[in-house]
């Protein structure tokens, strides 16, 4: 692991302990999970079985669920200090998921093992994201699928994004500012997960900003969900959170 990693890796223990002051504990009502997890729940099927992996698990809150669903599940997060709150949480409900520690771009497990593969607000906290892309094919089995989710800042955000830059201080989404952020378009993420050897089977997105204005409430100037199928198929490239699910084919382009 790198020097540049290794301090990456403190300084989301950092975040994660203050998020957590903050916060005080993650939800478990599927009902107030965040958007990137109500957009992936209704593609998750019976997962009685199967071997699910999370990666970028964070506090745990999740992978949990996935393991009350029936799934066997493996989570790994950067964050040792994420690591641990998740085990506490896990021991104190006792819900056995198997916790480990790593990078996105170096998975420490087997080839071809999980037949679903779950990466929720990951990737866009990732240095080396196109090798992340690679190391989740890796681990998927042939015909396995992907579920994913990434900002795309092909909307208002760009106006935080240029503020940010002219002001010379870190990006902050709106819920903190992150150790890392990439900035992705839709074409972007699609041309990484093709790239990777996956095909993109359906997509979802949520929280579609309009406009940022100094002042005011960012809430007031975005539509959160779109129901109408096709207005939501046309702005499927303008929304922030970004929802693709995948199938990795038999031979995985390398």
Not at 6 to 21: E, G
Not at 63 to 71: E, P
Not at 230 to 243: C, E, K, N, S, V
Request: hydrophobic share 40%; glycine share 6%; proline share 4%.
């Amino acid at each position: 692991m790198t020097k540049e990693r290794t301090q990456l890796s403190v300084d989301y223990d950092s975040w994660h302990a203050h998020r957590l002051s903050e916060e005080g504990h993650d939800v478990h009502d599927e009902s107030r999970f965040a958007c990137w997890h109500q957009m992936v729940i209704p593609h998750l099927g019976n997962l009685n079985g199967l071997k699910v992996a999370e990666i970028g698990c964070g506090r745990g809150n999740f992978a949990i669920y996935l393991t009350r669903q029936g799934a066997q599940v493996t989570a790994m997060d950067f964050s040792d200090a994420a690591i641990e709150i998740a085990k506490e949480r896990s021991t104190a409900e006792q819900v056995n998921v198997e916790w480990l520690v790593g990078d996105a771009a170096n998975i420490p497990l087997p080839d071809g093992q999980f037949d679903l593969v779950i990466s929720c607000e990951c990737m866009e906290h990732v240095p080396n994201y196109r090798q992340m892309m690679r190391e989740l094919a890796r681990i998927t089995k042939s015909g396995g699928r992907l579920l994913l989710t990434t900002p795309s800042q092909l909307n208002a955000q760009m106006l935080g994004w240029l503020k940010a830059w002219l002001s010379r201080k870190p990006y902050n989404s709106g819920s903190g500012v992150q150790p890392h952020e990439n900035f992705f378009f839709t074409w972007t993420i699609l041309a990484q997960l093709k790239r990777a050897g996956f095909k993109i089977t359906s997509r979802d997105a949520r929280i579609f900003p309009l406009l940022l204005l100094p002042k005011v409430d960012p809430s007031r100037l975005r539509i959160d969900t779109i129901h109408n199928a096709t207005f939501r198929y046309l702005m499927l490239p303008f929304g922030l959170h970004q929802m693709y699910q995948c199938t990795k084919f038999e031979h995985t382009i390398r």
